[in-house]
Each structure stands twice: as structure tokens, then as C-alpha cells.
């Protein structure tokens, strides 16, 4: 049975498993720390997994699990505070796709997006994966109302750090 | 904001350049060990705990015979009945709190829980500093009033300290290990929440910002 449930969680965090890392590259600085929180995660949602009824998506129940980690449960290591590695972020584009310009211009707004709080980045990070305004208020647990209101103050803030 | 949704477009279209982690690989993680803010916080809290209630265990028998001849030794065993009474409350308390933290739970509920496991162990550990003031005063004033009586059963003469002055220099004496012990537990109180609770308190209370 536990062998059963083992696998199935595997084969459902395998497949979802960018959810995490976007995750992990929004909240830590370097390789080492986004590979520890990544196992935090992995340990967490397997912790609750008995707990999924499967009466909401595993993705769905993901973000929740993997957020509450990096945001609430995950200690930063030292060396992340000193590091502001955005070069590391990755952001490979092929050449004859993308020019400078707009490579740039991705780089400056990920380099913005991290320096946001923790919470703002969740905010933004969830508005990013396309989630409504109802299923960001769930996650984080305030009203919709001040979802909105969030937002646009990291909107805010993000124009901010881009044109200071 | 444009820019964010140009971001976004270009966000959701480059997930193949992420990672992967194989089958395997995330089997592996399934065994490895937690290392997370909540771990932390039931080992140091368990650890307060223990360390107040073992207290009460290594008082040195010539205090307790110091109280007994000093004529306050049932009130002692009174008080240390309605102690232990208190420390079940605390931990049961602690262990519902703790029972109820939950990474399912929407962020601010979790934050919640966490706080709320911490605040109980920050009673119990304000409700023994208290606890320990209070008695320090009581038995120092009784000491103090019955400084005659102190000193001679603690037989001071024969250890050649003169009595002229002897309840002032022991009243002070005390006064200063008083000082000097709760120096150290604000000291140990600041650093562990410094530590650990900087950054979930700092979180909590941007989430109750937007609650305004």
C-alpha cells in the first residue's frame, strides 16, 4: 500500500514538478539553495500527500503546499542574503528568436520580481501562472478584495524598481 | 501593467528550460530528513519545557531544608502542586497548537498556527520568569524580615561572617543573581527569535496589512 502510494506520489510530482522550481528560482539565490528548498518542498507535499483527497487538482494542491513552504517553513541559508545571483536565473533564449533588447528586458523584470517581499512575490507569481483572483485570495488567505489591492501595489512597486 | 504581461507571456512559454528532477531522484528526497522552521521550533520549544520543569527537580536539597527549617516548606510543596497543574495546561495547549499546524492550510492560517504554537510556549516561559520574580521577592522579603533566623540556620557564625550588615549584603547578593539570570534568558529569548521568527512574523504582518 505504501509502496502504492509512493509511487503514484512520484509519478504526479514528476509531472508537475516545474511548479516547484519556479518556485525555488523566485525564492532562493544559487543552485545549492534552490536543490534545498526543492527537497524541503518534496518532503513537505509528501507529508500531506495521505492527506490529498484528489476532490482538487494535484497541481492546485501543489501551489498551496510548495508556496506555504518556500514562504512560511523554508530557513534561508546565509549565503542568500549575499547573493543577488540574477544572472543565474536562466533565461537561455535562442538567438534567432529573441534579440538583446528583449532578453534585457526580461532580465530587469525577473531581477524586479525577486527583489520583491515574500509575499508580493507570491502574489506575482501566482498572477503570472494565470491563477484568478479567487484562487490567489485561497492560497494566501485574505479576501479577494485585497488580492486586488496587493497586486497593483506590487505592480506598483515593480514600475517603481524599473524606472526609479 | 505591460510589462508584467509581457512577462507573463514570456513566463508560461519558457517552462521547457527549467530543470527535471528524475523518478528516481525524487524518490530519494522521500527519505531525506525536514529541516523546516516548524522542526525547529517543537525541538527548541520541547527543549524550554523540559528545561523548566527540570528546574524544579534539581533545587538542591539544602535549599529545600533551608525553606523547611525556615518554616515555609509547606507552602512550597502548595505552591509547587499548583506549578505542576499549570505546566499539564501549558503542555497540553502547546500540543494542540503544535497538532495544528498544517502545510495545507492556506499561508496566513499556517503563519498562524506556527505563532500561535510559539506564543504558548512564550506564556509558559513569561508565566515562569513571573513566577520566578515573584517567589525571589516573597522569600527575600520573608528572608530579609527574618534575617535573625536566617542566620542562624545557616549557620553563618560558625563560617565566620559577622551578622552587622549580613541581610544587606545577602538581599543584594540575590538581587544581583536575579538580574544576572534574567539578563541571560532575554538574552537566549532575543536570539532565538531573532533567528527564527524574524522573517515569518515580518511575512505575517505584510498579509495583515492587506487586511486594513
Not at chain 2, 18 to 26: A, F, R
Not at chain 2, 83 to 96: L, N, T, W
Amino acid at each position: 500500500m505504501n509502496k502504492e502510494l509512493e509511487h503514484s506520489f512520484v509519478i504526479q510530482l514528476e509531472k508537475n514538478q516545474n511548479i516547484a522550481h519556479k518556485i525555488c528560482r523566485l525564492y532562493t539565490n544559487d543552485q545549492d539553495s534552490h536543490n534545498d528548498l526543492f527537497q524541503e518542498i518534496t518532503i513537505q507535499l509528501w507529508r500531506a500527500f495521505p492527506k490529498f483527497r484528489g476532490d482538487s487538482k494535484f497541481s492546485t494542491w501543489m501551489y498551496r503546499v510548495a508556496l506555504n513552504t518556500a514562504i512560511t517553513l523554508y530557513r534561508k541559508s546565509k549565503r542568500q542574503i549575499s547573493t543577488q545571483d540574477f544572472e543565474g536565473v536562466s533565461f537561455k533564449i535562442k538567438a534567432e528568436e529573441y534579440d538583446d533588447t528583449i532578453e534585457q528586458q526580461l532580465k530587469l523584470m525577473y531581477g524586479a520580481v525577486k527583489k520583491l517581499n515574500d509575499i508580493d512575490k507570491a502574489l506575482v507569481f501566482l498572477y503570472l501562472e494565470d491563477k484568478s483572483y479567487r484562487e490567489i485570495s485561497e492560497t494566501l488567505g485574505i479576501t479577494e478584495v485585497n488580492a486586488r489591492v496587493k497586486m497593483n501595489r506590487a505592480k506598483e512597486k515593480l514600475r517603481k524598481i524599473l524606472n526609479p | 501593467m505591460d510589462e508584467l504581461d509581457k512577462f507573463k507571456k514570456e513566463w508560461q512559454s519558457r517552462e521547457q528550460e527549467l530543470p527535471k528532477i528524475s523518478y528516481n531522484d525524487i524518490y530519494k528526497m522521500l527519505l531525506k530528513k525536514s529541516s523546516s522552521i516548524v522542526k525547529w521550533i517543537f525541538i527548541i520549544s520541547v527543549a524550554e519545557l523540559l528545561f523548566w520543569i527540570s528546574l524544579y527537580f534539581i533545587i538542591p536539597e539544602d535549599n529545600i531544608k533551608l525553606m523547611h527549617e525556615m518554616g515555609i516548606g509547606k507552602i512550597l510543596y502548595y505552591s509547587n502542586i499548583v506549578h505542576f497543574s499549570v505546566f499539564g495546561i501549558f503542555i497540553f495547549f502547546f500540543y494542540k497548537n503544535y497538532q495544528s499546524i498544517q502545510v495545507t492550510d492556506n499561508t496566513k492560517m499556517l503563519m498562524n498556527s506556527i505563532l500561535k504554537t510559539r506564543k504558548t510556549v512564550r506564556y509558559f516561559v513569561y508565566y515562569n520568569v513571573s513566577m520566578f520574580i515573584l517567589s525571589s521577592i516573597v522569600i527575600d522579603f520573608f528572608f530579609y524580615s527574618n534575617s535573625s533566623k536566617l542566620y542562624e540556620v545557616m549557620d553563618f557564625a560558625s563560617k565566620g561572617v559577622p551578622e552587622e550588615g549580613f541581610a544587606n549584603i545577602f538581599i543584594i547578593t540575590q538581587i544581583i543573581v536575579g538580574i544576572v539570570v534574567i539578563g541571560l534568558l532575554v538574552l537566549f529569548y532575543w536570539l532565538v527569535y531573532g533567528i527564527l521568527l524574524k522573517r515569518l512574523k515580518s511575512n505575517y504582518r505584510e498579509l495583515e496589512k492587506m487586511e486594513d
